[in-house]
């Protein structure tokens, strides 16, 4: 139907032109017969002499016009043509243009440009120019697309062989395996030998501070990134932006992921790590903390500039391009604190959490920093919720000890009545964490109420001091149903004397003493003074009872019965023996402590011994004093060595 139209339409447009002819000749005709013309007929043939004029220029403009078109049709044909030979001949070369130097890469460069300019022109064409046009567009588009491959594995390979070798090693970051932390190599059980002696040495933690400097190194030669900078501005101009970035973005991941690697940093699931025992655990904590800290103030901040100097010429591209590269990395640290935040709530796992804490809430700044938009809102609040769980792990492991310690239970009495194992271990565990009374403050803060009254003294010391102060109090009491199981009672107060003056000492020498306070220290130094004067009133008293003259005079008169004195003498001896066995065998491990009851024994005993021997020294007979005030001091001496000794009778003198 459509060409039935056209058809008429041609038609008539032949009709009218010749009827438009015919008119013009009778005009001609008319116009040689004719001598003289009215004044209308001049006007109207005037009128009509115009309107030819008009239409023979227009007629000749559009004449110039197709001639013109032609000739820009030629000209973009034969810079096409010159263009696909610059750029066509590297597809049949296997090198790499920009290794080749910078005057082939320039030339390709410009090749490249050319091309989208002309596809640009032949797009920005008029629709009712030649169907030639659509011929060349295809031509410009299939040559930009194959120089956009091109400029895609070149600006991967210029990033790929120009990666800067990472070495933390020279990084001014100190690692924290230089820290000398608790390595407690068991757990308290229901039993006592399984509780290790943990040594709490001063832990240097500088390294887990905020305030370290941050600085930038190169992760790719600087000389080439002019070059990147001009392939990636020039794809994007050419509306390939998204095969850039994507290139850029999967490079980078690859070289994070070899970072995390040269950080020691594996990839491990929630599984694996929660099996895990903790020696080797331990190990990949001081990794992960030592990594966490060069991979975010130095590595992402290297990363970040070296993305934004790539693309600075193209708004926020760089910032999203360091996103998409990094995300995963990040993740990849963050996974492995959830790891370890969902493991089990051992003691030993304390210090390392709080360390992960302090370092993951130190980094967040700096994380939400580097990341902005809605990338860096979904990185910053995976980074808060993680660190929310760490806290939470270390504030139910703190609580777990507690319990464990609370319910520690020992079925035999132990040796020597020394310094319990549990006593050992929990101080010098709780030693080592004053380190981190700000962040206990932190993770122990009942977050159910914060306007919720409480106590002045809790108020002053914060939640770290009454946790502490409870947590002192259970062990006391623990102690107490310990010291229960020694059927001597004078060795049951020695048991507590050692264990709260060990627990006093360990206060008074350390940073605990800051949290708990003197008037804490002043409480234990008056409870094992106690211990030790019911240690000496249950030891001696009896027998110091046999140096009184009370019962030892002849009966029906004053004088001094020389068989009872004898019979006295002679059971002192016995009793001072049966302590001297014994106690030789019970320890006091502190040598001060030791030193102070020696002293305070030997002033009851060997003074009693003297003034009893003095004062009926002509009632006795030299063969029967065993033991001179000298032998009596020296062998005092030899108790709470925690090395059993025996007497076997002699006369001293």
């Not at 903790?278 to 990594?291: D, E, F, M, P, Q």
């Not at 109090?473 to 010291?483: A, F, P, R």
């Not at 305070?600 to 004093?625: C, D």
């Amino acid at each position: 139907m459509g060409d039935c139209n056209n058809a008429s339409t041609e038609s008539g447009m032949e009709e009218a032109e010749e009827e438009l002819i015919a008119a013009a000749q009778r005009i001609l005709k008319a116009l040689e017969s004719k001598k003289y013309l009215t004044e209308d007929a001049r006007k109207i043939l005037a009128n009509l002499g115009l309107q030819l004029t008009n239409m023979t220029s227009l007629f000749a403009e559009s004449r110039v016009i197709e001639v013109e078109s032609n000739e820009e049709h030629n000209e973009i044909e034969l810079q096409l043509n010159r263009i696909s030979d610059k750029i066509m001949v590297w597809e049949k070369d296997e090198s790499m243009i920009w290794d080749c130097g910078p005057d082939e890469a320039f030339e390709y460069l410009k090749a490249v440009e050319e091309s989208r300019r002309l596809t640009e022109v032949l797009e920005n064409r008029s629709p009712d120019s030649r169907n030639d046009d659509s011929t060349l567009l295809r031509r410009a588009h299939d040559l930009l697309q194959t120089g956009m491959n091109r400029l895609e594995d070149e600006f991967r390979h210029l990033l790929v062989q120009n990666r800067q070798p990472f070495e933390p090693e020279h990084m001014s970051f100190r690692s924290s395996e230089e820290d000398s932390m608790i390595e407690a190599g068991s757990v308290i059980s229901s039993g006592d030998d399984s509780v290790d002696d943990v040594a709490a040495a001063a832990v240097h933690r500088d390294s887990m501070g905020r305030s370290s400097v941050d600085y930038v190194i190169e992760l790719v030669n600087v000389d080439v990134i002019p070059d990147l900078k001009s392939i990636a501005n020039l794809m994007f101009d050419s509306n390939y932006g998204r095969e850039c970035s994507q290139v850029f973005a999967n490079v980078q991941r690859d070289a994070l992921d070899d970072c995390l690697f040269i950080l020691e940093v594996e990839k491990l699931s929630i599984e694996e790590v929660v099996k895990m025992e903790w020696k080797l655990l331990n190990s990949k904590i001081r990794s992960w903390i030592r990594a966490m800290k060069l991979f975010v103030r130095v590595y992402l901040a290297s990363e970040k500039t070296l993305a934004e100097r790539i693309f600075e010429d193209l708004d926020s591209v760089g910032s999203v391009c360091f996103a998409e590269s990094s995300k995963a990395a990040v993740l990849q640290l963050l996974n492995f604190c959830e790891a370890v935040a969902v493991g089990p709530h051992q003691p030993e796992k304390l210090m390392r959490i709080l360390d992960m804490y302090e370092v993951l809430a130190g980094v967040i700044p700096d994380i939400a920093g580097l990341y902005s938009g809605e990338a860096g809102t979904c990185v910053t609040t995976e980074c808060k919720d993680i660190l929310k769980r760490l806290g939470e792990c270390a504030k139910a492991t703190f609580l777990e000890f507690k319990n464990t310690v609370a319910s520690s239970v020992s079925t035999n009495p132990f040796p020597g009545g020394g310094v319990h194992p549990l006593t050992k271990y929990v101080m010098n565990y709780f030693k080592t964490l004053t380190d981190y009374t700000k962040t206990l403050d932190e993770v122990l803060r009942d977050e159910k109420d914060e306007n919720t009254p409480r106590e002045e003294e809790e108020e002053e010391e914060g939640p770290t001091g009454t946790q502490f102060r409870s947590f002192f109090d259970i062990l006391e009491t623990n102690l107490e149903v310990k010291s229960s199981l020694y059927k001597d009672e004078a060795l049951r107060n020695l048991f507590l004397m050692n264990n709260i003056h060990y627990m006093a000492e360990k206060v008074r020498g350390s940073e605990l003493r800051i949290v708990l306070g003197d008037e804490w220290i002043r409480k234990r130094n008056w409870k094992f003074q106690q211990h030790a004067m019911n240690y000496e009133r249950a030891t001696w008293s009896s027998i110091l009872f046999l140096l009184k003259d009370e019962g030892i005079q002849n009966p029906g008169s004053n004088s001094i019965s020389k068989t009872l004195l004898k019979e006295r003498l002679q059971g002192f001896y016995a009793a001072f023996e049966e302590v001297y066995k014994n106690q030789s065998g019970w320890s006091i491990p502190d040598g001060r402590l030791r030193d102070d009851l020696h002293i305070s024994t030997s002033l009851k005993v060997i003074q009693a011994y003297r003034t009893f021997v003095g004062r009926h020294i002509n009632h006795i007979s030299e063969k029967h004093i065993k033991y001179s005030a000298d032998d009596l001091e020296d062998l005092l001496l030899d108790l709470f060595e925690g090395s059993q000794k025996s007497l076997h009778g002699g006369h001293r003198k």
